[in-house]
Nanobody, 120 residues
Framework: QVQLVESGGGLVQPGGSLGLSCAAS????????MGWYRQVPGKQRELVAV???????NYADSVKGRFTISRDNARNLVYLQMNSLKPEDTAVYYC??????????????WGQGTQVTVSS
């Protein structure tokens, strides 16, 4: 059983900063790509940022230069530092990871989501 648990969401004013973290736990052999996605009501879930096991990163154009993704491989953690937040960043943010539960078997896992609200 694998779990992803996010923390760090909340309410922040426009222009402010917020950090999210996500911890993977359970029967983990290794973790490949980890990432963050977000979703607003009535819209599809969209990619925010991903980071591979070698620390290569990819960002949505809308967050480039404002958000930074990082990971701690030893502790199975992934972080998202969000700066210069805008009201349009308001969404539920989901942690995602491709996890090997054995040398052969792997799956895609999601966290439960954490609300980020950017409002004055």
């Amino acid at each position: 059983q694998v779990q992803l648990v996010e923390s760090g969401g909340g309410l922040v004013q426009p222009g402010g900063s917020l950090g999210l973290s996500c911890a993977a736990s359970g029967s983990i052999f290794s973790i490949n790509t980890m990432g963050w996605y977000r979703q607003v009501p009535g819209k599809q879930r969209e990619l925010v940022a991903v980071i591979d096991s070698g620390a290569g990163t990819n960002y949505a154009d809308s967050v480039k230069g404002r958000f930074t993704i990082s990971r701690d491989n030893a502790r199975n953690l992934v972080y998202l530092q969000m700066n210069s937040l805008k009201p349009e960043d308001t969404a539920v943010y989901y942690c995602n990871a491709y996890i090997h539960i054995s040398q052969r078997d792997w799956g895609q896992f999601w966290g439960q989501g954490t609300q980020v609200t950017v409002s004055s």
